[in-house]
């Protein structure tokens, strides 16, 4: 059974860091991305970042390019997302997903996700 469980959320200052952690468990197939995206109240989810099985190449959105990193441990399959310069607009519940697919920036392209972690940036 595929897992994927979030961590790291909670409550920064606008200026702030935060790190997001996603451990992933059961991925027996072929995994082309791993991949971050947030949903704000109100708000559709968004992309976030991306990064490919191997973690040699990665995706970010326009918002978040230049704060953002995301990584994937090798040894354990974790995926991180590192955050830096917080904004409040990057409050948000975060969710980790997994694909087998191509595009790394399309939600629909993913098949599996965890339950997402509160991300809050105040001003």
């Known amino acids: 059974q595929v897992q994927l469980v979030e961590s790291g959320g909670g409550l920064a200052q606008a200026g702030g860091s935060l790190r997001l952690s996603c451990a992933a468990s059961?991925?027996?197939?072929?995994?082309?991305?791993m991949g971050w995206f947030r949903q704000a109240p109100g708000k559709d989810s968004e992309f976030v970042a991306a990064i490919s099985w191997n973690g040699a190449t990665s995706y970010y959105a326009d918002s978040v390019q230049g704060r953002f990193v995301i990584s994937r441990d090798k040894f354990n399959g974790t995926v991180r997302l590192q955050m830096h310069s917080l904004k409040p607009e990057d409050t948000a519940v975060y969710y980790c997903?997994?694909?087998?697919?191509?595009?790394?920036?399309?939600?629909?392209?993913?098949?599996?996700w965890g339950r997402g972690t509160q991300v809050t940036v105040s001003s």
């Open positions: 997903a997994a694909q087998t697919g191509r595009n790394p920036r399309i939600k629909s392209e993913y098949n599996y």
């Open positions: 059961g991925l027996t197939f072929v995994v082309s991305y």
